[in-house]
């Protein structure tokens, strides 16, 4: 099982000629998940060359700007596409009055379904589940109402022993499924063969957890625990200790300590205050907590298999 | 006298990686007009070393999203660069809706004051007047309420003849001023020293017409009379002139005989569809017509003397 993530951008506040703000773009299993959309985020989605059709849902952690302003833009380029497929916004509540009183103040509705899944518990909930993936918010603690996005593959199917398979003549192909599900075989003598003598374990499902923007807030840990991936803020250094507690962010510090705690296996860090002219000290800051840590840049694609 | 106009975005439709919606940027005296706002003209403004602050009129033609979808972006950037002077805007009326519920949805009011003008006339009237520079509407023809505006300088004093005033010893410096806005000059022997014997014709006034965008509309023609730069905008080729006429836009050769029926000095032209490869294609198109027509491009500047 495999999760690729393209980050589209990763900078903070205001968009830069080599500073986008925050959007990624998430391959896991057969969805291709976008995640905030701050301005430019369609000309970063051409650039990196991924099809605007294969985007059927979007997740919007918060209504700052560098978050959503790009959203409306794309919502009118799909029309002008001429997409007809649906498309599903999870969103604060607020996001569908934002967009709608600009489709419709230019007169430009979508001739697709277009569909506001509006937000507003500050419990984790379930908000995309199909028989392979499932997507939960991650309540955050920032200046506004804000969540984080756990994007967990569901555990499969087990696989096929074949070495032990061909030693029973009477297992045949249409036998298959039913062991992939975990049932025994009983042979016409009456012996049962245990699954276990047959499969082996399904391959252990990806998970990746996407915060921004908060506080230091450990009580997101237990939603994120041994998550394969945590993309988390760190919009300043610890040197911004005080500034990051006054706007709700997080240090680089912080970042890697909620890292360690949920023991994830690996931190993606992103969302860098313009003041911070070199950002690899965000990544030394981090490193010294937790070691394997990776910076955001646009363009950059990760794969956790 | 002289204008200066920076193009930072001249496509239609949908931002791509070199293809920037309209934006332009015109100074002119000591005013800094900023003139449509696409999607990333912020980040155009900064590539092209424009300083924000200089920023305090902003004139939006229509309402429609390659022409406005940057604006909201710009205000909350103003905000973040902690601006402190007024900034107003010159829009169709229901723009200051769509940018108030995004800063009280994002609650990022503007600490600087922000005024909005709401314009509904479908009549050319006078948007912004000082003793050097007025801004008038170009009502326009498009599928939404849409205008255009015409930037004019106003007719300055006129120039101080030395040669011939040093003839008259009985002239001081502190008449010079009296000669600058037209007076005659009166001797202590009764001869009156005829205003024309003493100056010059002040410099001509500069005058600048945005058109974008627009049906092929021969009504404008009585207010662009005798521009020296027209910006008209060329969304297709003759080659689609039908469906120029079905989204009321206008086509390189209708665009060159607008300002050839103006007598307009040099035409610019702009807001090409990304279905054209080769926009040199335009300007061959329009020069057929209109000889002293150029390409809008990003980042190029027009200095109009």
């Known amino acids: 099982m495999s999760l690729?993530?393209?980050?589209?951008?990763?900078?903070?506040?205001?968009?830069?000629?080599?500073?986008?703000p925050t959007s990624q773009f998430l391959e896991i299993k057969n969805h291709n998940f976008l995640i905030d959309c701050?301005?430019?985020?369609?000309?970063?989605?051409?650039?990196?060359?991924?099809?605007?059709?294969?985007?059927?849902h979007i997740f919007i952690s918060h209504l700052h700007g560098d978050h959503i302003f790009g959203l409306v833009g794309l919502i009118s380029t799909f029309r002008l596409l001429n997409r007809e497929s649906e498309l599903h916004i999870y969103a604060p509540k607020g996001l569908k009055e934002i967009i709608t009183v600009?489709?419709?103040?230019?007169?430009?509705?979508?001739?697709?379904?277009?569909?506001?899944?509006?937000?507003?518990?500050?419990?984790s909930e379930l908000l995309f589940e199909d028989n392979k993936v499932e997507v939960h918010t991650i309540p955050l603690k920032h200046r506004i109402y804000t969540n984080g996005f756990l994007f967990k593959e569901k555990i499969g199917e087990r696989k096929l022993n074949m070495n032990a398979i061909v030693n029973h003549k009477e297992i045949e192909t249409c036998d298959y499924q039913n062991l992939k599900i975990g049932r025994d075989f009983k042979l016409q003598n009456g012996t049962v063969l245990e699954n276990e003598t047959l499969t082996f374990e399904p391959l252990k499902p990806i998970s990746y957890a996407f915060c921004s923007d908060t506080s230091y807030f450990p009580e997101i840990i237990p939603i994120i625990k041994n998550v394969n991936c945590l993309y988390h803020e760190t919009t300043f250094l610890n040197d911004k200790e005080e500034l990051a507690a006054t706007t709700k962010h997080s240090t680089a510090k912080q970042a890697a300590s909620i890292a360690k705690q949920?023991?994830?296996?690996q931190l993606i860090i992103g969302h860098y205050s313009g003041r911070y002219k070199n950002i690899d000290d965000f990544k030394t800051e981090a490193q010294e907590i937790f070691e394997n840590t990776f910076l955001a840049e646009a363009g950059k694609v990760f794969e956790i298999n």
């Open 102 to 123: 600009q489709l419709k103040l230019s007169n430009s509705w979508t001739h697709y379904p277009l569909y506001f899944h509006e937000l507003t518990s500050t419990k």
């Open 4 to 20: 690729k993530l393209t980050i589209l951008g990763c900078h903070s506040a205001t968009p830069r000629v080599n500073a986008h």
């Open 262 to 265: 949920a023991t994830v296996n």
């Open 38 to 56: 701050g301005e430019g985020t369609q000309v970063q989605l051409r650039k990196y060359g991924i099809k605007f059709s294969k985007i059927k």
